[in-house]
Structure formats: structure tokens, C-alpha cells
């Protein structure tokens, strides 16, 4: 199995994107960094919004490199909690 890799500025799209009109930028992302906890040693993955106020989040590293729950989301068909979108 190829291995997962985001770079700083690579746009992603949550799989929620599916639910909603895609000539909007409603659910991508910027990727900012992967940042580590300063207590904990965590991975973290730094990311913005590309819409609404431009929000910046982070999820555990992990969580983000996540496959979608297809059981609590039947119907989507995005294997991973995000994906990189090729611009």
C-alpha cells in the first residue's frame, strides 16, 4: 500500500464535500503544517479553511489520516476522512 502524504499548501477535501455543491469550496482545505504537541509529543495536522472565515483547525494526526466511517455514513464514497485534491 502507497503511504499517505500531505505537504504544507496541498489542498484536501473532507468527505462531507460529497453532501454539499461542488462549484463551492465548502469542505477543502489548506494544509498548514503537522504540528507536535508540546506536552504530549502528539502529531497534529494544522489545516485551513478555504471558505467562511478561513477558519484554522487541528485533528490529531491520526484522525485526520483516517478512513470515513462508512458505517455512521453509508452512503459516501471517499474512502479517507480527507483526501488531496488534485488542483
Known sequence: MTERVFYPNDIVRHFKRETVDPNTSVYLYRIVAVAEHTETGEKLMVYQALYGDYRIYARPFDMFMSET???????IQQKYRFEKVDV
Open 69 to 75: 466511517d462508512h458505517e455512521k455514513y453509508p452512503d
